[in-house]
Structures are given as C-alpha cells and as structure tokens.
C-alpha cells in the first residue's frame, strides 16, 4: 500500500508533465471519482478556444494509474498546483453575455455528463471555488449569523469617497472610512427601505454557509454631512470620465431611501483580499489560470445553484455577479472564484419587489411568448395565479405555489442547464441541513424593521427549504451517511426518512456484500444479499479481517420512489484503525448522452 502513488501525486505529475513538448487535446476535464477509471479521459467533442493547448493533464500519465482507489483517497482538496501569477484582468460584457446564454447553448454540447471535480465519496473537495461547511460538518447559530465576517464593520467617523459605482442599477460607490479600510456601498433604493440591504445581509450569510466565498457584508449608516470626496475620485459620464462632484454624490443619494433622521441606511462590502481579475463564467474555463482545467459547467458547486438559487429566489444568475482575485501565499499565486452579488434574493431587487415572473420564466422564454403571441395576450401563465401576500420589506417571495424543479433563472446559464439528479441531490441535503433555528438566525442579522418581515421570511425558507427535500431526495437512492465498525456493523441514514420527508420503504433495505480487488477492480459477492428494516446490517462472517477492501452495494425494497431501489455502492478500506469510507458510487451506470446537434 504504501507504494501505491497518492491521487495528489498523479495529478502533480500530470500538471508538470504539460511542459513537455507534445500536442494535447484542446481540453481534458478531471474526474477525480471511484465512477471513472483512471485509465478513461474525459475529452468532450467541441472546440473552447480557452483551454486550447493548455491543458496539464496528459493521458499516458493517468491511464498508467490502475488502481481505483489510491493512497490518499478521497481528496479533501482539490490540488492547484500551479503558479496563477501571471493571469490578467478580463472583462466579461453584461450584454453580451446576457445574449450567448439567452439565445445560445454556450459550453458542453453533451447531455448527462457526470460532475468532473468530485472525489471517491462523489463529494466536492475544498478549493479556491468552495469550502465544505453545512452538512459536511456542524455550524452553530452563531456562526451563521456571523457568515464571511472575520473583521468588524466600518469605522464610525469621515466617510472619503474614491470611485463612483461602476455596475449594478443599485444606488452606491466605492469609500473609505475613518480608518483607511476600502468598502463598496450599496443603498437601500428611494422606494425599498431595508428590502435590498436586508437581502444582502441575510442571503450572504445563506451562501457563506452553503460553501462559497462571500463578501464580508455589514450594515452601516451614512449622514451626507460625514462624506467628502477624494481629490482622485472620478465618474464616468457620457463615455468620457470626469472628476466626481458633490452634484454626483447628491445624485445617488436623492435615488436611495431616507430614513427619518436624515441619515442612509446601507450594506457595505468589505474589500476582499487580493488583486480583482474580473469575474468567472459559468461555462468554459479562464484561458490563463492553469489551475482552471474543470469546465465551469461541469463544476458541483456551481451546478448546485440551481438548486440554492430556487431556494433563496437568486434569479440573477449571472458572469457580472461574481468575482475573481489573485492571491499570493507562500510564495505562488492562485485563483479565489466569489459569489460577490448575492443580493437580489427573495423577493425582492436593488430597487423594489420583483416582478412575479421572476423565477418561473426567463426574460425571454420562447413558450409562453409564443402562446401570448397566439392568444392576443388571453395566456395566463400560472404565476399570475399566485395570490402573493407582499411585503415591504420582502417583496414578493412565497412557498404554497414554490416548485423547485420549475423554478428558473432570468438568464439560464450552462452550470444549471447540465446539473444532474446527483447533482441536485448533493445540494439538497445542504439546504436541508439547515435547522429551523439556524434559518432565523441568518434572517435576524437582516435588521428588519418589521419583526413581521423578519418571520415571514424565515417562515418561506423553511417552506421552501421542505420542498426542496422532498422533491430531490426521491430522484435517487438517497443513502447517505456510510459508516463500518471494526465488528462489521454497517449503519446509514435515509435522509428523506429522518426529515419524515417519506416514510421508510416497506420491505426494508437489502445489502449485499462483496470483497474487492483495487488492483483489478473486480469484486466477489460474500454469500447471499440480506434484508433489514433498519439502516443497519451485519456483514457477513466471510469478509475476513485482513481483507483491505470491502464493497457493499446497498438498495430499498418495496420503496415509495422507484429510484431507491436502484442501488447504491459502497467501499471500506481497512486501516489500522479499523475500517474506513474511501468510495461511493450513485448513479453509477449513468453515461455521458450524445452531443446536442
């Protein structure tokens, strides 16, 4: 065993193997799952002129790896090995952008391709993209409530403007307080006090425990007579940029909400750490990162939100809400990928409620278009039956009509349009690991005004957040939670049973175990397959104890969804110290489809 190479080696070796003098193929994505063999490279079948040639994953390096399993699996991170030093700022156009998704199929053209950055145990392994917090380990309310902040809000004092606000329709710009540090302000709009900064503060909370990177995120107040403006500070205005003036600060401050003392409520982001590069893609890869070598399609974390944007009502998907910046540490540079805007949730936008088409149809959607076109406009969509009870604090966000599988972007993007049962399942079960206790606490750091706003959010949450659950956990096995004794007792959880989600299934569970060859990869069944009614079992008395792996394969019996009888296998390494979870495999037998044409 201990001549094995570890995965971390292989893919090391792959990457530095780039310098070589050969042609590659224009992209390999990495699987790093029990599901691929190593020997098999995913190489999908149209040209992404970003990753052309750049590729650090060559084939002889991996096809020579047999063993399914190796030293240090399953990953915990995922390796970025690579110097990112010399990437450079890009911008991505909002209008063009917003055009390629809307009208066009950017990314992949296959359909039901596997995720092609998760590990043995079909998990998302910490990187620059994502941090595994809820579910994967537990957080406290206080934690939740304190989200991405580590530092304390802005100083009190002199607010010094430096830069007008260069994006978004929210009013703001860019300052610094009292004691130097750099914040970007975003107000609450002339006819939306405390909905947009109420969002920002609770949904960045949200998304920091769900594993992205989030802005730290404050409230604050501003008093017009506590501004200057900075001798440096500039405006762009009617295609030419210009000093910025006192007219202009009065000008954003005549679009923000008033409060009654005179002075401006607002969220402030903490500058994050780095050097901005722009933002990221949810398809394709950044051309010059060399860590960058997962189709952002083709990403878990970024698949997932389809599901946690239809949880928080994130409609606004999109390349201009993100953020990239390059670190250096120890000496080598990489890549960190934000979630910076996740502001427009719930029901509300940066300046009101949201329209009630918003989440269930695209800005452009060709079937109802076409059925108003036909109709004379007599086509009711079903979300104009929805009897909204609007808040103004809130807007319009509601969970009696909530369908989570119907549920849409304004924009759809590639992430979403390739997220897979699996896919959805995985996050799921983070939006279930949510506690009622723990949904209030990140709704209180909103500072509503209205204790009533402040209930009826987390009441629609923990609606929406059931929903959720039930709806993803039928579409496949949904076992979770693996775990072998050193006696052989095999325990589980049924997640949708333990959230009374669904009952239990009614013939029980049927294990059937096997020894397993790493080497070849071929596995011999140990006597019969055997039933129990609870998630336990006992392994058979033939898997002796000086076998290293052991795989069982696990399915219900006579269950109330069809896809949990569709097994689940599992794999157990023995160690020292007894025996371990190195592999699952959900999904399995799934195949990547055929190209769209």
């Known amino acids: 065993m201990m001549n094995r190479p570890s995965r971390q080696a292989v893919v090391v070796a792959a990457a530095l193997a780039a310098g070589q003098a050969f042609e590659f193929p224009e992209h390999i994505g990495r699987r790093v799952s029990a599901t691929t063999p190593h020997s098999t490279i995913h190489t999908p079948s149209f040209h992404n002129p970003h990753s052309a040639g750049r590729n650090p994953f060559r084939p002889s390096v991996l096809a020579a790896q047999r063993a399914k399993f190796l030293a240090d699996d399953p990953l915990q991170r995922e390796p970025e090995t690579q110097d990112a030093s010399k990437v450079q700022e890009w911008e991505i156009g909002l209008s063009g952008d917003l055009v390629i998704n809307l009208l066009g199929s950017p990314g992949d053209r296959r359909t039901n391709v596997p995720a092609q950055n998760i590990n043995t145990l079909d998990e998302v392994p910490d990187s620059s993209w994502f941090t595994n917090r809820i579910y994967s380990r537990p957080l406290s309310v206080d934690e939740i409530a304190r989200g991405a902040n580590v530092n304390d809000g802005p100083a009190s004092g002199r607010w010094t403007v430096v830069r007008a606000k260069s994006s978004g329709v929210a009013p703001g710009f860019t300052a610094r307080d009292a004691k130097g540090q750099l914040w970007f302000i975003s107000f609450d ?14 949904a960045t909370r949200l998304f920091w425990a769900l594993g992205y990177y989030q802005v730290e995120t404050h409230l604050t107040t501003f008093r017009p007579e506590e501004i200057t403006i900075d001798q440096s500070a500039t405006i762009r205005s009617h295609g030419t940029r210009r000093r910025l003036t006192t007219a202009d600060i009065q000008a954003v401050l005549a679009r923000s909400a008033k409060s009654a003392d005179g002075s401006y409520r607002a969220a402030a982001g903490r500058a994050v750490p780095g050097r901005p590069l722009g933002g990221f893609r949810y398809h394709g890869t950044r051309p010059d990162d060399p860590n960058d070598v997962v189709y952002h399609e083709h990403r878990r974390e970024l698949r997932a939100m389809k599901v946690f944007g239809a949880w928080t009502n994130l409609v606004d998907i999109k390349a201009g809400n993100t953020l990239d910046t390059l670190l250096t540490e120890k000496g080598r540079a990489t890549v960190r990928h934000y979630l910076q805007d996740v502001g427009s949730t719930f029901g509300t936008g940066a300046l009101g409620p949201r329209d009630g088409d918003e989440g269930h149809e695209f800005v452009y959607d060709a079937g109802p278009a076409l059925k108003r076109l036909f109709t004379f406009g007599l086509f009711v969509s079903p979300w104009q039956t929805i009897d909204y009870e609007p808040h103004a604090e809130i807007g319009r966000f509601e969970a009696d009509r909530f369908d989570p599988e119907r549920w849409k972007t304004r924009v759809p ?36 005004s209205d204790p ?64 397993f060859n790493n080497g070849s990869g071929g596995s011999t069944p140990v006597g019969a397959p055997v039933t129990t009614q609870d998630e336990r079992a006992q392994a058979p008395v033939d898997i002796a104890r000086d076998q290293q792996f052991v795989k069982v394969s696990i399915r219900a019996v006579e269950p109330l969804h069809a896809s949990w009888s569709v097994p689940v296998d599992v794999y157990f390494r ?19 489809g055929s190209v769209v044409r």
Not at 424 to 448: C, H, T
Not at 578 to 586: A, K, P, S
């Open 189 to 202: 709009g002339k006819n939306s006090p405390v909905a947009p900064s109420a969002a920002a503060m609770v």
């Open 574 to 592: 023995r160690s020292g110290s007894g025996w371990h979870l190195v592999g699952i495999e959900r999904l399995a037998s799934a195949s990547a």
């Open 413 to 448: 993007v590639a992430a979403l349009r390739h997220a897979r049962a699996d896919d959805n399942f995985w996050a799921a079960l983070r939006v279930m690991a949510f506690s009622d206790e723990q949904i209030r606490a990140a709704v209180k750091v909103g500072g509503y």
């Open 452 to 515: 009533g706003a402040e209930k009826q959010l987390a009441d629609v949450l923990i609606k929406r957040r059931d929903k959720i659950g039930r709806a993803y956990l039928a579409r496949v096995n949904p076992l979770t939670r693996f775990a072998l004794s050193d006696s052989g007792v095999l325990t589980f959880e049924n997640p949708a049973v333990s959230a009374r989600h669904a009952a239990p299934p009614k013939g029980g569970y049927e294990t059937t175990w096997s020894t």
